[in-house]
């Protein structure tokens, strides 16, 4: 534990330390419209990062108040600044463009990605580095951590909508532990950033930060935060709008929904198992079995259905610690209790209910029988070994 900054942790095994002072740095900057920051911010940066490799990337989507136009000019005083152009797919797509530039054609050792309407003060990027410097994979600068703030002339709306938009993303898309998922001014090394393939966020608006987070994240980044100070923009204007909020809200969901792959794959195996036990159930029944002797038959078909898709599909991607034979005896007293319990239901509910349709009463007898399947396979039978 870092006693300097409670409840973040950084791992022994840390990478080897990035130079501080921003060696092989990429500052990269999405404009829209940002012609009255769009120099002095370069003006800063360039001054406050005199490292020959820095790179100072700007990616503009054509802005129509002539910010590329600016951008090229000052780019002739400082060969270290470059811009990247398009036609207008949001700032979420910008980002794309340009920290797969960044580490692709330019090759840079780390990406900091800050805003030019000079909310993000350049200069507290230098304290973000120094963190990766210090063994993390990722520095936040944090408006919600202590120590940090928001500009006192935010709306108490937009405030709401950011607290709450945080809590919500930091639930709902399983982002522990991060205070400010939301933040636009980060510090990213290359290596983290390569492995959460940035290259296929398809965010446009403010759910790229999440998306981003969440990849980092699920690929074993080392997060930390930062305090910033974050300033209301002083020149230009706003672009958040009604439908970068909409997005944000059901993208977040999307992430929630494929962060636990596991669980959906496990349960289409499961719906596929019990199209396997009431099939082959109903076949057995029209060949003339009684139904006692059917029910247990139907059941052992779908376990031996559910350990094949189980093995080759669901838990596939797993690292699993032991041999394959203990793994599978250990599968077998699961399908056994599984089977018990189903059956013992099935008989259990014939009882009281005699007359009632038996494909009804096996189709309720699978209900406890798949939480305890779930519960003792993922946890016992395919148990992921691998360090997290
Ligand atoms: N390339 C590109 N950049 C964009 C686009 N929309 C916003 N940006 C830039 O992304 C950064 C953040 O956008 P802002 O409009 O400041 O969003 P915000 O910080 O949530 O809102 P305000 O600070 O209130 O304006 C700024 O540098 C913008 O110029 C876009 O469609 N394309
Ligand atoms: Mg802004």
Redesign the pocket.
Known sequence: MDPAHPGETLREDAPPALAAGGTGVCFV??????APNVVPLLRRLTGLYADPDAAFLV???ESPDGTGRLVREFAATDGRVRLLEGP????GQ?YVRGMTHALETLGADAVVQI???F?HDPADARRLLDRLADGADVAIGSRYVAGGSLDPRWSAG?RLLSRWGNRFARYIADIRGVRDCTS?FKAIRADALGAARVEDIRARG?TFQIALLHRLIHAGARVVEEPIHFR??ER?????GARSILEFFLAVWWLRLTSHRVLLKYGLTGLVGVAVNLGSFQVLLGLGLHKFLASPIAIELSIVSNFLMHNYWTFAGRVMAGRKRVRGLKYNAVSLATLALSYATFVGLSVPFPRASPVLLQACAIVPAVALNYLANAYWTFRDTAPK
């Open positions: 900057v999405p404009t829209y419209n940002e990616v503009d989507d207008r797919r949001g700032f910008a805003d030019a309407d909310s937009r636009g403010h209301e923009r230009g204007r706003t672009k958040l």
